[in-house]
């Protein structure tokens, strides 16, 4: 069993939530291809990708799941890899309870992403 099989049932559990903009096929390409980075923990994982934006690098959470004590830990190291690679802020996107947990640690929620089907 390979590191990423460990972790799939969190990762695709955490996929649900996505909006439907991945599959687990597109996170394992991501992966393969290095757009995407996986941090995984004993009891948790984590998905990262590195946004370029005009006038900012971020590392941006884009999926995580298992154990949220776990996540919270692994916080620090992922952020110092991005501070590495030329990244000056480090976004996530997920459900409401994120805000919550990492706004005692310093995080500030930016904006509020909305959807509607068309």
Request: proline share 2%; net charge neutral; with cysteine.
């Amino acid at each position: 069993m390979t590191e990423l099989d460990r972790v799939r049932p969190w990762l695709e559990a955490a996929l649900r939530y996505g909006g439907d903009t991945h599959e687990w096929e597109d996170v394992v390409q991501g992966l393969i291809d290095g757009r995407m980075q996986l941090w995984a923990g004993d009891k948790s994982a984590a998905v990262t990708e590195i946004l370029v934006y005009p006038r900012k690098k971020v590392l941006h959470v884009f999926l995580a799941g298992g154990t949220m004590s776990q996540l919270i830990d692994m916080i620090d190291d992922v952020a110092q890899w991005g501070k590495t690679q030329g990244c000056t802020g480090m976004t996530l996107s997920g459900r409401n309870g994120w805000k919550r947990i990492l706004s005692k640690l310093g995080w500030d929620a930016k904006m509020v992403v909305m959807e509607k089907e068309i």
